[in-house]
């Protein structure tokens, strides 16, 4: 049985991840937390090798801003050298990680402002693993949404956006989806595996 923790590791300095208000959200500002966060990464992944720690949840506040004011930073380039060294680790360790968007990520919301900003929020978390190099057993854990007291027209909308959203399409959401959203089943599950972008897993949120 494998074993792991989400995100943060208490009890080891220099760990902490770190963020920024809005207002002090400058593009060096940016930068210079996604290196320290990264460091912080780093120094996570080398406690749970040592540790015989399998399972590991990054956190989604590896990269302040990730989605939005940070999401054309260079981020990738500026530490391409410690993110190699992250991602050498894991893959020799055996490590499997995987990410985990908030509730707020719902790509069946009936509001479009809503469902952009969910949009970018999975690019951004696609963009950290492929930063790292990952293969698709690491993943991204999703909440796939509500059923709005309409479940059809709320499977046409995770359908449509599934399908269509994104830098590149994403494969057509299995029939499971469609008895989740029908009989409000809560039960995580695994979506068949994309490219290159996106790995999901969901859980129903109903």
Known sequence: MRIGYACLTVAVEQTGIRTCTLKHAAPETLLSLAGENL????????YN???????????????????????????????????????????TSGMRVSMHPGQYTVLNSEGSGVVQRAIEDLQYHARVLDALNLDQTHKIILHVGGKYNDPAGALA??????RDAGPRRWPISPPWIECWLRFGSAHPVCLSRPPAALRLCCAAKL
């Open 39 to 46: 460091f912080a990464l780093e120094r996570m992944v080398d």
């Open 49 to 91: 090798r040592a540790n015989g720690i399998s399972l590991y949840r990054i956190s989604s506040d590896l990269i302040p801003f990730g989605s939005s004011l940070a999401a054309n930073l260079p981020w990738e380039t500026v530490y391409a050298g410690r993110i190699a060294s992250i991602s050498t680790k894991i893959a």
């Open 157 to 162: 909308r995770f359908r449509a956006v599934y």
